[in-house]
């Protein structure tokens, strides 16, 4: 069946440096990879879409990758801070109408 | 949130009984999805909604059941509550087909005792 892994449950980083993040998916190729940020108490929120042509996009500090040869996408922060620590979640397609979701990754930024 | 409101926010219920989750949005977006997150499941699709009364089954769809009677509001219910179901439920809404961004609720943290 179709899935899509975070492998990393947790990840502490130094301020200052690259958090990198990864998702797995096997089974399947999905058209388009998402990204999300999720606060505690609160829903996730949409940070960045990736399409399968494309390698790479960025917005601001973030970037995100998408090989299709390792099924896989890497998701940076560059120049990480304190309040970007939260759990991240990848989200790729999984039928015409829905996102598959990983289990998330928890970041945190020592000061 | 981008005009979507979930409500209620917190509930507890007992085994047995029916409870109703009702999901609003201003933005008049034509999808609408119910998510159930659990710890080391990740958010799990239980129904969408591709327009009024369009439903289909997500991969967790079992002892639920939706309704859509109008474009801004999204219903799940729970026929007769069960332990397994406590959860926190997500609503979220898109424009697309899936592959544009999706809008989520605050969500809903149901505890069935």
């Known amino acids: 069946s179709q899935k899509i892994e975070q492998n990393s449950e947790a990840l502490n980083i130094q301020e200052g440096k690259t958090a990198t993040l990864t998702c797995n998916y096997t089974?399947?190729?999905?058209?388009?990879l998402q990204w999300y940020r999720q606060d505690p108490g609160r829903g996730p929120v949409f940070l960045l879409l990736?399409?399968?042509?494309?390698k790479e996009k960025r917005k601001e500090r973030l970037k995100v990758t998408f090989d299709t040869t390792l099924k896989q996408s890497l998701f940076h922060i560059t120049a990480s801070q304190p309040a970007d620590s939260a759990t991240y979640l990848c989200?790729?397609?999984?039928?015409?109408?829905?996102?598959?979701f990983g289990t998330g990754t928890r970041l945190t930024v020592i000061p | 949130d981008a005009g979507i409101t979930q409500s209620p926010r917190h509930k507890v219920t007992e085994t047995g009984t029916p409870v109703t989750l009702r999901c609003h949005q201003t933005?008049?977006?034509?999808?609408m999805y119910w998510y159930r997150q659990d710890p080391g499941h990740g958010l799990r699709l239980i129904h969408y909604?591709?327009?009024?009364?369009?439903?289909d089954k997500g991969e967790v769809s079992d002892g639920y059941s939706v309704s859509r009677s109008k474009t801004e509001d999204f219903l799940l219910t729970l026929e007769s509550a069960t332990s397994s179901q406590t959860s926190v439920y997500f609503c979220?809404?898109?424009?697309?087909?899936?592959?544009?961004?999706?809008?989520f609720g605050q969500g809903t943290r149901l505890t069935v005792v």
């Open positions: 933005e008049n977006h034509r999808y």
């Open positions: 089974n399947y190729s999905p058209a388009y």
């Open positions: 989200a790729a397609q999984g039928g015409a109408n829905n996102l598959f």
């Open positions: 979220a809404i898109s424009d697309g087909l899936g592959n544009t961004e999706a809008f």
């Open positions: 909604s591709y327009g009024v009364k369009d439903t």
């Open positions: 990736i399409r399968e042509n494309e």
